[in-house]
């Protein structure tokens, strides 16, 4: 019995098991192309991308005279003929994950969800690409999907017998996996088409034709997605994968400009930076009552400024140095601080390339996780001048906050914690499996990149007012979730390399 995915009764669900196809079904697109390129570009690099992006229309061509099972042979050879297994697999965990949820469709994984049972999917994509996600967020019980062949660690790019995972051959492999209770009680699937494995069903319930499909809410994630890698911030269809090539050389000039524009004095290197695309938002902290300067927390020359902390002109006692402490987007974070106050600063940071720090127009110190000696550095960095520190000791993309490490509030007398956030429309530039060095370049290769900043009022550190470091940090972690909108977690950079990197 067939029926539309309309009909289907969540109630009395939670010992049925289920299986789905997942193109076209769980996921809204059918093609797969975009999964492909994801794997050609960051596993293979773009040469390789834009090999793919040539025989797109090949691909195109095939699909339309309904010989759809030779374009994933050719896609796959493609972009993965050499790959370490290893390094495809990573790229499937980290970047192909976010693609697919994206992708995931509301009505059918409503349906697939409220199955309690063993689940099962079909599909004819290979498993390297598509097992983690399924049984990380869906809690797939059995994968059928295609097999590649490969040797020594290495895909050669062919697929292994018996082929792709279409037709006839999804029903051997759901019978294999049954065993002798050849039985199933809910089907799912796009089609009328094409339905051997569905006579293995008690019910079978199908996405309708008109059915466009709406993806599934971030809210209603099986489980928060908080971190993922990968360069590309949107799915690279066939047009945007093309767009995304040829901007890359003419974005690479754009990046260069920009950071020569951060050498420039303060006031010129905005100018500069603005006529290039780059927009800088920022909301100032309120002046102190007792200056009558403009500047915020800055270096006051005026002699209106509180005899307690005057000492001169652009002269303060040592303990009046300010502690700006960020949330943490990408490796820029400490630079446009320091832009925005008109007026250098030093940035400690727990992990920078040599080459970030010859690139830098402020001062970059590097910390050496050893919390004795960090706390004595910072604490004489700090009598030279302010300092900027981020204290998640990671980057997020996704609104959620990691948590601080509590040693910045040991450290400083007044803390002003600065709420930021920035965005990208082609890049990210921030990335675990990738080349740390190229992280400001890639996100200074976006047409238009946008930074926000928010000065938020200071605080005390522990040692002013009696409160515990963990206590201090929890509160400045509060302070900045809250002036962005961003959820507050306990994860760490321990914790974000392990999901990512696997160590």
Not at 127 to 140: A, G, I, K, T, W
Not at 357 to 384: F, H, N, V, W, Y
Not at 460 to 487: K, T
């Amino acid at each position: 019995m067939f029926s539309s995915i309309s009909k289907f009764s969540s109630e009395g669900r939670e010992n049925h098991s289920i299986v789905s196809k997942m193109e076209g079904t769980l996921l809204i697109s059918m093609t797969y192309f975009s999964y492909f390129m994801l794997v050609a570009f960051e596993a293979g690099g773009p040469f390789r991308a834009l090999l793919l992006l040539f025989i797109s229309p090949l691909v195109w061509l095939l699909e339309s005279l309904y010989l759809e099972t030779i374009a994933p042979h050719i896609m796959v050879f493609i972009s993965m003929a050499g790959l370490k297994v290893t390094e495809v697999k990573a790229v499937a965990k980290a970047v192909l994950a976010r693609f697919f949820l994206e992708e995931l469709r509301e009505s059918a994984f409503k349906v697939f969800s409220s199955c309690g049972g063993k689940k099962y999917v079909v599909t004819s994509m290979p498993r390297l690409m598509v097992e983690s996600f399924l049984r990380e967020y869906l809690d797939v019980d059995c994968v059928l999907a295609t097999e590649l062949r490969t040797l020594n660690g290495y895909c050669l790019g062919l697929v292994a017998e018996p082929g792709l995972r279409v037709g006839v051959r999804q029903l051997e492999a759901i019978g294999a996996a049954l065993g002798e209770v050849r039985n199933i009680r809910v089907g799912l699937r796009d089609t009328l088409n094409d339905l051997p494995f569905m006579l293995l069903c008690q019910e079978v319930y199908i996405v309708p034709v008109e059915d466009n499909g709406s993806p599934l809410p971030k809210k209603d994630y099986p489980k928060p997605l908080i971190f993922h890698d990968g360069r590309l911030v949107a799915g690279p269809t066939p047009l945007d994968s093309l767009a995304v090539l040829l901007w890359l050389p003419l974005g690479f000039l754009l990046a260069i400009s920009r950071l020569l524009a951060g050498k420039l004095p303060y006031k010129f290197g905005f100018t500069a930076a603005a006529a290039t695309g780059m927009k800088v938002r920022a909301k100032l902290p309120p002046k102190p009552r007792t200056c009558k300067t403009t500047a915020p927390y800055s270096r006051h020359t005026c002699e209106s400024c509180d005899p307690g902390t005057y000492n001169g002109p652009g002269i303060r006692k040592e303990n009046s140095n300010t502690l700006y402490v960020c949330s943490h987007r990408t490796l820029m974070d400490p630079v446009i601080v320091a832009s925005t106050l008109q007026r250098p600063v030093t940035a400690v940071t727990y992990s920078v390339s040599r080459i970030s720090e010859l690139l830098s127009p402020i001062r970059t110190i590097r910390l050496s996780r050893d919390r004795a000696k960090d706390g004595k550095m910072m604490r004489e960095l700090l009598k030279q001048g302010d300092l900027v520190v981020c204290p998640e000791g990671t980057t997020c993309r996704e609104p959620y906050l990691l948590r601080f490490s509590p040693l910045f509030a040991e450290i400083a007398d007044k803390i002003v914690p600065v709420a930021v956030s920035a965005k990208g429309s082609m890049f990210y530039g921030t990335t675990v499996r990738g080349h740390k060095w190229l992280d400001s370049f890639f996100f200074l290769m976006n047409p238009n990149p946008e930074y926000s900043l928010e000065f938020l009022e200071a605080v005390n550190g522990c040692n002013s007012v009696g409160m515990s470091s963990y206590d201090v940090a929890n509160q400045v972690q509060e302070m900045i979730g809250r002036a962005l909108g961003f959820e507050c977690t306990n994860f760490t950079r321990r914790d974000k390399y392990g999901m990512l990197a696997g160590h």
